[in-house]
Every structure is written in C-alpha cells, then in structure tokens.
C-alpha cells in the first residue's frame, strides 16, 4: 500500500521568504508524485509532477520540487512567496497503471506581509 | 475550454436522506474520479470511472454509489445519509484511464448532512 506523509500542518512565512514543504511517501513499487494547490472554497490545481526523467521538477507560479528515490521524498520549493501563495497545498502519489491519487493530510501555507 | 463542473454548489441532507452529486468532465475525457475530503484532512479517493465502467474503489461503504452515462458525466449516490457524510466531494477528470496523467479536478460540492 501507499501512504503520503506531510510533516509540518502549518508553514507561517514572510513575504519575499523561501519556503519548503516537506512530503514523504511510502511504497514498494512505483509511484508518479504530485503536488496539488488548494486556494479556499475552490477544488485542487496542479502545481507540479514528477513522472519520470530529471529529479527536478518546476511547475506554475514559480514553484519547484525535487525527487528523491533514496529519501523517499517529494519537497516543494519556492524562493520567494507572495501573499496569494497562501492556500493549502497537497501532496499526492499515484500508482503506475491507475488513476487513483493518494494524498497527505496538506500544509496551510500563511504568508504574512 | 470550460473544465470540470460539478452541480449543486452546496448542498444540505437530513440523516438517512439520499443524495445525488453531478459531475460533467471536460470535453473529450473519458475518465471521472470521485473524491471525498472531510474538512482539514486530504482527498479521500472513492471511485473511478471509464468507459461506463468502474475502474477503482476506495474504501468506502456501499452506500455509496456511482455511474458515468455515454456523455461521460457522472452521478455520485450517497444513501441513508450520515452526519459523517458531510464533507467536500471532488470530482476530476482525466484522458487517460489509467497511468499518471493529469487530472483536473473540478470545484466540488460542499455537503452538509444534519
């Protein structure tokens, strides 16, 4: 079975900030990785995957995340935050061959003035 | 284009009521998935549909239900309703049937059961 891990419920930063977000995944065979951006009141938007290829993914609104196979990792970057980036973002792994996406429990991202 | 729609917006059910959710993938996707999520928590996955046929189920209990007509919509079914039952129900649609490709998800329906 698969299982995705947020590790931190809660990511208050500054405007202009770096930010990361952690996630970790669990799985015994492979999976696709997603990071999904949820503004409130809204359904989900696709930030970014990584489906195979270079470890490093960049997707809208200038975020990024590295793949990491050994560390079981998915983490999102962005080198500086702006106000609209505050929302809930969701990671999620999809096994190869379906369709069915698994997802963390999400980050609330605040960004303060 | 427009994307995925999903009717009624909000939505409140008594206990024991049945419910009917509606979804309209966006054109030429074939595949529609459904998805729960309670508030504070992630998605929850509860079926998947292609070709009129049922392709995943989470686990979820058989009161719940679900279908996709020729046009490729679908119809989310919820019987004897719960008040754990409230929650948002996402509905996303996709190309393919299967593999890791895109889904667009649509901006759910908010269900309140009391």
């Known amino acids: 079975a698969q299982s995705v891990t947020q590790l931190d419920s809660q990511v208050p930063v500054f405007e202009e900030a770096p930010v990361e977000l952690r996630c970790n995944y669990s799985?015994?065979?492979?999976?696709?990785l997603f990071w999904y951006v949820q503004y409130p009141n809204q359904g989900l938007q696709l930030l970014l995957k990584?489906?195979?290829?270079?470890?490093l993914v960049k997707g809208i609104n200038g975020f990024e995340a590295e793949f990491n196979k050994s560390q079981t990792s998915f983490h999102l970057r962005k080198p500086s935050v702006h106000i609209s980036d505050t929302a809930e973002y969701f990671c999620?792994?999809?096994?190869?061959?379906?369709?069915?996406?698994?997802f963390g429990t999400g980050t609330r991202l605040q960004v303060f003035p | 284009d427009a994307g995925v729609t999903q009717s009624p917006t909000h939505l409140i059910k008594t206990r024991g009521q049945q419910v009917t959710l509606r979804c309209s993938p966006i054109?030429?996707?074939?595949?529609v998935s459904w998805y729960q999520q309670v508030l504070g928590q992630g998605p929850q996955f509860i079926f998947q549909?292609?070709?009129?046929?049922?392709?995943g189920r989470g686990n979820f209990p058989d009161r719940f239900s679900a279908r996709q007509f020729p046009n490729y919509s679908s119809e989310l079914n919820v019987n004897a309703l719960l008040l754990g039952d409230s929650a948002l129900y996402l509905c996303?649609?996709?190309?393919?049937?299967?593999?890791?490709?895109?889904?667009?998800f649509g901006p759910g329906t908010r269900l309140t059961v009391t």
């Open positions: 549909y292609y070709e009129k046929e049922e392709r």
């Open positions: 996303a649609s996709s190309f393919r049937t299967s593999g890791s490709y895109e889904q667009y």
């Open positions: 999620a792994v999809s096994v190869a061959d379906t369709d069915k996406l698994i």
């Open positions: 054109s030429g996707h074939k595949s």
């Open positions: 990584y489906l195979s290829g270079s470890t």
């Open positions: 799985s015994s065979v492979s999976v696709y």
